[in-house]
T-cell receptor, first 108, second 113 residues
Framework: GQQVMQIPQYQHVQEGEDFTTYCNSSTTLSNIQWYKQRPGGHPVFLIQLVKSGEVKKQKRLTFQFGEAKKNSSLHITATQTTDVGTYFCAGGNYQLIWGAGTKLIIKP | DSGVTQTPKHLITATGQRVTLRCSPRSGDLSVYWYQQSLDQGLQFLIQYYNGEERAKGNILERFSAQQFPDLHSELNLSSLELGDSALYFC????????????FGPGTRLTVL
């Protein structure tokens, strides 16, 4: 069946460093969505990408959808403590298939 | 506040027991999804209902069942509970059937002792 692979599982960064998480699918996706789950919270929708090669920005967050619509990335510039949490991608054609998530941890 | 409500917030029970988790979707949403999230794990999709009918099934155990009622609220029934069923159970809702944005409730934390 369709799978969405997300890496890395964890990323430890110093505050102020950048963070990137990647999602890859074996098949073309009609859209890809990104969600954030804060510690102790529930997943919250961040953004949806639909078009091939699409790039969207939300302040320090940059989201990209690959030209083949099979991969996507989320890049955070100059991480802050408020960015801590797990970032999930989810994509599909008939139903959303979820990546395993990348946990962003800020080193003390 | 996503507009999705879940009750109860916490549930502690013993092995072998049966529990029911309840979810009310956002106003206007017809799809309800159930997910299981074990400690520090990803989201495991269990089942989706759309307008009262089952539409998609994930890795849902036979001991688990769900339904969506005419008023669109949903219940997830977990029976013959095992220690490994301890997890956060999230309900999410969306407007349509397929890859619409999902809005999550706050979750029910189930502890099986």
């Amino acid at each position: 069946g369709q799978q969405v692979m997300q890496i890395p599982q964890y990323q430890h960064v110093q505050e102020g460093e950048d963070f990137t998480t990647y999602c890859n699918s074996s098949t073309t996706l009609s859209n890809i969505q990104w969600y954030k789950q804060r510690p102790g919270g529930h997943p919250v929708f961040l953004i949806q990408l639909v078009k091939s090669g699409e790039v969207k920005k939300q302040k320090r967050l940059t989201f990209q959808f690959g030209e083949a619509k099979k991969n996507s990335s989320l890049h955070i510039t100059a991480t802050q403590t408020t960015d801590v949490g797990t970032y999930f991608c989810a994509g599909g054609n008939y139903q959303l298939i979820w990546g395993a998530g990348t946990k962003l941890i800020i080193k003390p | 506040d996503s507009g999705v409500t879940q009750t109860p917030k916490h549930l502690i029970t013993a092995t072998g027991q049966r529990v029911t988790l309840r979810c009310s979707p956002r106003s206007g949403d017809l799809s309800v999804y159930w997910y299981q999230q074990s400690l520090d794990q990803g989201l495991q999709f269990l089942i989706q209902y759309y307008n009262g009918e089952e539409r998609a099934k994930g890795n849902i155990l036979e001991r688990f069942s769900a339904q969506q009622f005419p008023d669109l609220h949903s219940e997830l029934n977990l029976s013959s509970l095992e220690l490994g069923d301890s997890a956060l159970y999230f309900c999410a809702s969306s407007v349509g059937l397929r890859t619409d944005t999902q809005y999550f409730g706050p979750g029910t934390r189930l502890t099986v002792l």
